[in-house]
């Protein structure tokens, strides 16, 4: 079988006039069908800018004889007018094996027992081209060949062009958890895997990239191999350079911007089986050393997004967050910013989740219900710009169910929670909050709130 896919020109104007023309993944397939022994796969893009006097080409494919070999290959070529009497000239080129496809993964054994597998190894250069992996417009890690799909870097070549970078390099891997009882690919990194790349951006505002993109209760064929599609469920990325060091692990998606990486768009970091939730995880770990912006913290959640963990039928959540805090969103609104000092909660109970959808008779349905309760505590030590005591407690409850049936939704459930703070010395005082909500079918929902309630010392 043979498919072929054309992918959309672009074309740029300006004051009436063709600036920029590019194309983006015109690409064939063959062979890529169960059962086939030999598959093959080549896509293309390119861009021209008439002004900048520039262009650039890339290529990829990717060649896969069953149980013999299986490689893939990325090449990037440009030039661009810098003045001089001839173009300057940049490229990129990647090679990659895939362990997987050729049913050889390798086995890493710790005193007789094998802890993790090597599914894939890849490497690459480059001349003159800044390359990024985990984010950034100039990524080369996200390609995905036998899907026909080029990396970001493709598309923004003539603005990844930098002179200053001599040579870059990459070299990446795909690891999962071990494999057992011998080939069975839909057991390939079935528990765990992770797709981890690292850059080196070698000469002035050159850096160090570690990236990686995670998933959990998935095979390679139902993770990895769907990348392109189907966002990763956990991702990463550590960077150091001239102006500091950072790093941001995301596990599901996040609704806040994280350092250096773009958390929004992940798959939820969950287990299911039969429909019951056997695990999730949800969060983010950042840090920072920045001596460009003055910024120092290290933080397992935040305290506004808690880090999240469940493993049927406990549930705890918490979070740590130490350091110098200039940007909103790590802690309270109501702490003045920028602060200095530790934060620290935790909070754990347990949970029950349960969902179902499907086809009966005439309609289509999805059903669900989940419970749980549960209790925490808090406390902070604020010792910048001025000493500052928090402390809380809390406890929680509630229970759920509902669905759609025929178009028609319904749900009902309650849901108590009670909270208390006290904080010192300015002011000192002791305040709490009770809410009650009663959710019933065809009725408005009923809402007992009671917020802030308390004594003030001073």
């Not at 300057?88 to 049913?103: H, I, K, P, Q």
Request: net charge negative; hydrophobic share 40%; charged share 15%.
């Amino acid at each position: 079988m043979v498919e072929a896919k054309a992918a959309p020109s672009w074309y740029y104007h300006q004051d009436g006039r063709e600036t920029r023309w590019a194309f983006e993944g015109v690409g064939v397939s063959f062979g890529d069908f169960e059962g086939s022994p030999v598959s093959f796969d080549l896509v293309v893009g390119g861009v021209v800018d008439t002004q900048r006097l520039a262009l650039s080409f890339t290529g990829a494919g990717s060649l896969t004889v069953e149980e013999l070999i299986s490689v893939e290959a990325i090449g990037l070529f440009g030039v661009i007018d810098t003045g001089g009497a001839l173009p300057d000239a940049f490229w990129f080129v990647s090679a990659g094996v895939d362990l997987a496809n050729m049913g050889t993964p390798v086995n890493v054994n710790v005193q007789g027992v094998d802890v993790l597998a090597f599914y894939a190894f890849r490497g690459g250069i480059a001349s003159k081209l800044r390359i990024d992996v985990g984010g950034g417009d100039c990524r080369v890690d996200d390609a995905d060949v036998p899907n026909l799909q080029l990396p970001t870097i493709a598309t923004n070549a003539l603005e990844c062009y930098d002179p200053d970078l001599p040579v870059s390099f990459l070299a990446g891997t795909l690891i999962g958890s071990p494999v057992q009882g011998g080939a069975v690919s839909d057991l390939y990194g079935k528990v765990w895997h992770l797709d981890a790349n690292l850059v080196l951006n070698l000469g002035k505002g050159g850096d160090m990239q570690l990236a990686g993109a995670g998933w959990i209760g998935k095979n390679l064929a139902e993770g990895y191999r769907q990348r392109s599609s189907v966002p990763s469920q956990i991702a990463g990325r550590f960077v150091v350079n001239s102006g500091g060091i950072y790093g941001s692990l995301c596990a599901g998606p996040q609704p806040y911007a994280v350092e250096g990486i773009d958390c929004s768009n992940l798959s939820e970091a969950e287990i299911r089986e039969a429909g019951v939730l056997i695990a999730r995880f949800k969060g983010t770990i950042e840090f920072k050393a920045s001596w460009a912006d003055g910024e120092y913290y290290f933080a397992l959640g935040r305290q506004t997004a808690p880090l999240y963990g469940y493993v049927i039928p406990r549930e705890t959540q918490g979070y740590l967050v130490m350091g110098y805090i200039t940007r909103p969103g790590f802690l309270d609104p109501n702490v003045g910013l920028p602060a200095g000092g530790v934060w620290v909660g935790g909070q754990s109970g347990f949970t029950w989740d349960w969902s179902d959808s499907g086809s009966a008779l005439v309609c289509d349905y999805d059903v669900w219900a989940n419970a749980g309760f549960g209790f925490g505590g808090a406390l902070g030590l604020q010792m910048y710009p001025a000493f500052q005591l928090s402390a809380g407690l809390n406890a929680y409850g509630w229970a759920r169910a509902g669905g759609t049936v025929c178009g028609v939704s319904e749900s009902l459930g309650v849901t108590v929670k009670a909270a208390g703070r006290l904080t010192a010395p300015d002011p000192t005082e002791f305040r709490g909050d009770f809410e009650l909500k009663l959710e019933l079918p065809v009725v408005p929902d009923i809402e007992v709130t009671i917020k802030n309630i308390g004594v003030t010392l001073n």
